[in-house]
Every structure is written in C-alpha cells, then in structure tokens.
C-alpha cells in the first residue's frame, strides 16, 4: 500500500483525499476525505482574474489540509487546479500561495486531462461489473465546466465544455449583483440555450449517444441524489451508485428552478455553499439525460479526486 494525498481545487469547491492505494489489486481505502467551499471562481467569467477574498478562502483551506496530510503521513501530494485558475489572468498569485503552503505547485490542467482522471476515479470499481453495460459516459459537472468522457476499460473520447453551475448562475441568473429569487423564465430559457451549445461542441468529439450507462459525478449530481432519496443530511455511502430516474432528475430540477433561496437552503441535505447553484447544477444535468436520451443516471462519489490519488500511487 502506497499512502497519497491528492487534491482537487475546482471552481467552486477545494477537496482533499488521503488514502492508501494498492495497484496491484485496486484498492483504494480512504483515510481522510474532505471537501470545503471557496468559490475560487468568484467572478473569473466576468473579470478574468481571480478575487482577492476568492484567493484567501482557499489559501485557508490549503493550510487546513496541510495539518490534515502531515497528521496521516502522507508519502506523496499531487494538487491539480481546474477550471477557474485555469481562465485567470492573475493565476501566479494563485500558485505562488499554494506552493508556499503546501510545497508542492498545483497543477493547472487542460480540460481533456482533467477528464481522464474523472473516468478513472468513476469507473476503476465499475469495470468489469456485469450490471452496468458499457461504454460508460462519464460526466462531471463542475463548478466552471463539465467533462464528458466516454469509455470501456479505456478513454475513448473526451471532451471539456465551458458550462458548470457556478459560471451559469453567475452568467444567466445574477440580476443587479444578486441571484434570482426565484429565476425567471427568460433567464432559464437563456441558460438552457447556452446549455445545449455546449452539448453541440461536446459531440463534435465525444460521441455522447452510443454510451450505454450514464456515470454522473460532483456536487451537483450527487445533491440531486439525496434530494432524490429525500435523505435527512448528506450520507455519502447511500448516495454512492444510488440511480436516479430522468422523471425524477426532471421534477427536482423544475422544483429548484421555481424555488426560493430559503426553500432550498432548508433541504436537509443541501450544502450552504451549493443553495444559489444547484439548480444550474441540475438542469445541466437533466439537459445531458435528455440530450442522449438516459433513462437514469449512476450516481458517484468517486471521481476526479480518485483519479488524482490514483495517479499518485
């Protein structure tokens, strides 16, 4: 066994995993797996930098998981950085603090790497399962983009589209330095439209409907599940390969877009930080469901941060 940390800095959250790893057999065991909101991407769609406060948020984080990976012991640390510091104009800011933090440079990666590591985290535990029927279309809907990836044992295709629930909402639902309370229709239909363009540019090169089984991943998709099995607070092992109906996607989804900041700050389950935008989170999802035409959706809590530790070990 190989002891790794890996970390994920995406546009909306910061993830750390800890684990022990053996390749020769496949399995990975979690020691510490934690997630904390930053919002590293606050503004980038409309600035091209990243914020001051944005930076500091996740500087904290970084010294938080620094305690956490010296209290384990961790043998090796790869920090990949997607979406957000990948846009920005100021990103040395960005990779000056993490490497002072943490000794290591975040790896700022390209959208078709950070998919490859997506599929392998989603998918290492599926292949070979006989229930599930390949090829898989792995999606990971992030803060700032989406990755499809479809594959067998292997990558066949990928691909990484500029549409993710936090550069939505902030392009489609913020009127007047606010988001909607609730969204008007106009703006769904926006967000929708510039939702399928993205899907048109995905399947110029990922051939999206010959997959067999949807494999959904990230916030969004995994705070659909548990609204979905109406869970009294977020449980991982129940939300993990839970599956989830397109009928069902499709009335979460309507309810989040006609609901109020309060209502949907009072699901049980919901994350302080996903309230403003998991309904951009979900009807990017429900769009990919009907764009291929699932009848429902795998739901994983393994994923790009799997693939990271994976890539380490």
């Not at 009072?266 to 699932?294: C, K, N, T, W, Y």
Request: proline share 3%; net charge negative.
């Amino acid at each position: 066994m190989t002891r790794v940390a890996a970390i994920d800095c995406g546009t909306n959250s910061i993830r750390l995993l800890v684990a022990d790893c053996d390749p020769a057999t496949g399995e990975l065991v979690d020691l510490d797996r934690r997630m904390t909101i930053v919002r590293l991407g606050q503004g980038v769609d409309r600035t091209g930098r990243l914020a001051p406060e944005a930076l500091e948020r996740t500087f904290a984080a970084c010294r938080e998981y620094a305690a956490v990976i010296k209290e384990h012991g961790a043998e090796r640390l790869r920090f990949v950085a997607t979406s957000a510091s990948r846009d920005a104009e100021n990103r040395d800011d960005f990779v000056r603090g993490v490497l002072d933090i943490l000794g290591v440079e975040p790896e700022v990666i390209t959208g078709d790497q950070e998919a490859e590591f997506s599929f392998t985290g989603a998918t290492k535990e599926l292949t070979g399962s006989d229930h599930l029927a390949r090829p898989y279309l792995v999606v990971d809907i992030g803060g700032g983009s989406t990755e499809f990836v479809v594959g067998d044992d292997h990558v066949q295709a990928a691909r990484s589209v500029d549409v993710g629930c936090v550069r939505m909402t902030e392009r489609h639902l913020v009127q007047d330095g606010a988001v909607s309370d609730p969204p008007t229709a106009a703006q769904i239909t926006a967000m929708r439209a510039d939702i399928e363009a993205a899907l048109d540019l995905a399947e110029q090169t990922v051939p999206l409907r010959e997959a067999r089984t949807l494999v959904g991943l990230a916030g969004s998709v995994t705070t659909v599940s548990a609204i979905a099995q109406e869970l009294p607070e977020y449980d991982s092992a129940a939300i993990h390969h839970s599956r989830i109906s397109r009928e069902r996607v499709r009335e979460i989804t309507e309810w989040l877009l006609r609901s109020t900041h309060a209502e949907r700050a009072a699901v049980p389950s919901m994350h302080p930080g996903r309230v403003d935008v998991i309904a951009a989170g979900a009807l990017v999802l429900l769009s990919i469901m009907e764009r291929i035409g699932a009848e429902e959706v795998v739901v994983s809590e393994h994923d790009i941060l799997d693939g990271i530790a994976w890539s380490v070990a």
